[in-house]
């Protein structure tokens, strides 16, 4: 009776905590259905009628569906690419334990934005590339290759030594022992990866502000085109935030088994 009590306890707690840790992404949702004087009423209304005249102003008077598309394609294609780089990197680090690389990659993570801003921004500029896909996917998989390599590493030094051996013994590359062998093992790792550097990248603001034209300017740029200097447009901008917060949590919702398992696995081994 006393555990049944208790863990009910438990269960309203976690909700209540829930609902509290959740409670400025439901007021940003609902502000974003509310008309231009409710929005900013003080004190706020609870009950209001909704209207999509805000969502209508963010796709009917901006370029905002095609922001959008440029964070989707940036974020999609840095994560693709950081993988792509970090997976096998991840591997030969564990499997010849190397240090240096593992510090200089820690470096590459740790180190704020800015240090890589003006270099990044002259370099591309110098190569006419400043303003294109090209600069914003190379800017980005520096952020995300080395989340990546992080995340993976425990994964792979988990890994059994013998598994790899194995596959040596039977006359297998290491391309190979890696793509038929290792992965499946550490797949939920490879998820994990996948999804805090996509998200990472979509949330991702710095280099997209500096290196990014208006054909390129991504979604979390453009939503700063309703603050102005004497007003700000807090229904739009509301709407803004509203449809940058949906593609992470989409994704986070529908892998959350295997984000889970991952995060959990990669706490245990790491």
């Known amino acids: 009776m006393n555990t049944t009590s208790s863990s009910k306890t438990a ?22 259905f509310k008309n231009k004087l409710e929005v900013t ?10 209207t999509l005249d805000n969502y209508a102003e963010l796709y009917n008077n901006t370029d905002f569906a095609l922001f959008t598309w440029n964070s989707l394609v940036v974020a999609g294609c840095s994560t693709l690419l950081g993988l792509a780089i970090a997976v096998p990197a991840a591997f030969a680090i564990s499997w010849h334990r190397l240090t240096w690389p593992a510090t200089v990659s820690l470096f590459a993570r740790m180190a704020p934005g800015t240090l890589f801003l003006l270099p990044w921004f002259i370099m591309f500029s110098s190569v006419g590339l400043a303003g294109s896909y ?3 996917i190379l800017a980005h998989t520096v952020i995300t290759m080395p989340l990546a390599l992080w995340i993976l590493l425990p994964y792979f030094d988990a890994t059994p030594r013998e598994v790899v051996e194995s596959g040596q013994i039977d006359g297998c590359r290491s391309g190979t022992i890696l793509l038929r062998i290792v992965l499946p ?3 939920p790792g490879v998820v994990v990866a ?8 979509w949330n991702y603001f710095l280099f997209a502000l500096a290196l990014s034209g208006f054909e390129t ?3 979390i740029v453009a939503s700063f085109n309703f603050i102005g200097e004497g007003t ?9 935030a509203t449809v940058i917060a949906l593609p992470p949590l989409i994704l986070t919702f529908t892998v959350q088994r295997w984000l889970v398992a991952g995060l959990s696995v990669g706490a245990v081994k790491g």
């Open 185 to 187: 093992m550490i797949y």
């Open 11 to 32: 269960r309203f707690l976690l909700s209540i905590g829930a609902l509290l840790f959740m409670s400025p992404i439901l007021w940003m949702a609902l502000s974003s």
């Open 194 to 201: 996948a999804i805090m550097s996509f998200v990472f990248s």
């Open 41 to 50: 009423a003080y004190p706020p209304k609870l009950f209001f009628s909704p």
């Open 134 to 136: 090209t600069a914003l």
């Open 232 to 240: 700000t447009n807090w229904g739009a901008l509301m709407a803004a």
């Open 217 to 219: 300017k991504t979604a």
